[in-house]
């Protein structure tokens, strides 16, 4: 079956080629993906695989239905979503949606998804059980369409066992995938904390209650949250990258706004370090005669790779590619909101490498010069399929 997958890959290689240019030439922000929906179901209606669309308005359910189809189910996942970036690379699929980019590769997700699907389609007779496909809006946005997807029961009719997706990885060469069981990304919140104090002249600062102050002493307070008050085998990250005083060299403002990113993968911890930062920040403006209001935006849980699956995963992928080709990923504390589904279901989400520095596809996510070595879509689009099959075997 590796074989003839493979083949099938080489195949349609071109195809996937037209695919993602057609995809990276018209992204479309988070939410907001209705052309692109479009694009997939014109697809799918061409492969012949039944779908549901309008899932979060612009998300697509389909199914492949191999023997027995109720014996077993297992899901394939990608994302639509493009990123308010523009385009600097000089290339014929270049972006023509000004200020909107394909960074994050969701267009290679879509075209691989899409192309594993015409492979399995291909051999549904060969297979038993059913091949869920999630194609997801606003991965790039809270509360992300993950989220959204499965309130409005992506995951339902038919219930999948498990549940794999895969993203790119510019740090890896194109030709390599990397895998990772247990923990793999964190969860990621926003903090916005307004401090608030009595503004005047700078040279008299005995009138006023100073803000800027008060700020800097919450700021270095907080930073024991990941030093003292977390457990030290869990991660956490607490970073703030913005601060406005709107101040001047003689003038204490009235307020300051600080703006920052807390992760952590631990769901328990993490809400439990929300309430002591809170606790922190109050009680510390109060005792310096300030106020703080201080304000989480909840976002992505933690990401969780199911052990078995992800496990399986990584031997059928050596099986596929070689063992020379398959990595070990180390712990990222950043976000994705596949994390969502491994909360309700096993999961394994994979890496993808798409580096190749001698044709100078080397830049990282979320940059205007993010490309990719194209030569990675047919190992993302016969990986994919063989380890859809893999896991309907071992469920």
């Known amino acids: 079956m590796i074989d003839r997958i493979q083949t099938l890959a080489k195949q349609n290689h071109n ?7 057609h995809l990276h030439a018209n992204p479309e922000l ?23 669309a309008g899932y979060v308005e612009t998300g697509i359910v389909a199914h492949i239905e191999g023997k027995d189809p109720g014996s077993k189910v297992i899901a394939l996942r990608a994302d639509l979503d493009a990123l308010p970036i523009t385009e600097e690379n000089d290339v014929p ?9 394909h960074a994050c590769g969701h267009d290679v997700h879509t075209t691989c998804l899409l192309g594993a699907a015409r492979i399995l389609n291909e051999l549904k007779s060969e ?21 959204l997807m499965i309130k409005e029961g992506a995951l339902l009719n038919p219930n999948p066992s ?15 995938v990397g895998f990772r069981p247990g923990m793999y990304m964190a969860s990621t919140d926003e903090i916005y904390v307004t401090v608030k104090g009595k503004g005047g002249h700078a040279a008299l600062p005995h009138f006023n209650i100073d803000p800027v102050v008060i700020s800097a002493q919450i700021i270095v307070a ?12 869990i991660p956490v990250v607490l970073s703030f990258g913005k601060i406005n005083a709107n101040g001047a060299t003689n003038v204490i403002p009235d307020e300051v706004k600080i703006e920052g990113t807390f992760r952590t993968m631990n769901e328990d911890l993490r809400f439990k370090l929300h309430e002591r930062m809170k606790e922190i920040s109050v009680s510390m403006a109060r005792g310096m005669g300030g106020d703080c209001d201080f304000d989480i935006h909840v976002g992505y849980p933690f990401l969780v790779n199911d052990e078995a699956l992800t496990l399986n995963s990584q ?14 990923l180390g712990l990222r504390m950043t976000a994705e909101d596949f994390a969502y589904y491994t909360q309700e279901i096993p999961g394994c989400f994979y890496r993808l490498g798409v580096n190749n520095k001698a044709k100078g596809m080397s830049s990282g996510l979320h940059t205007s010069t993010f490309d990719i070595d194209e030569s990675a879509l047919e190992t993302g689009v016969g990986l994919m399929a063989h380890l859809a099959l893999d896991a309907l075997n071992k469920s």
């Open 15 to 21: 195809r996937h080629l037209n695919i993602r240019h």
């Open 30 to 52: 988070s939410f907001k993906e209705f052309e692109t929906s479009k694009y997939v179901q014109a697809e799918l209606d061409d492969i012949g695989i039944p779908f549901k």
């Open 93 to 101: 699929y270049k972006s023509t949606n000004h200020g909107v980019m």
């Open 127 to 147: 297979f038993a059980g059913t091949i869920k496909l999630i194609f997801q809006p606003g991965e790039e946005r809270l509360p992300g369409g993950a989220s």
């Open 162 to 176: 498990g549940i794999i997706g895969q993203h790119v990885y510019p740090q890896l060469e194109a030709g390599k």
């Open 222 to 233: 907080l930073q024991q949250i990941a030093s003292r008050y977390s457990q030290p085998d």
């Open 315 to 328: 031997e059928a992928a050596r099986q596929y590619l070689g063992a020379e080709n398959v990595v070990d």
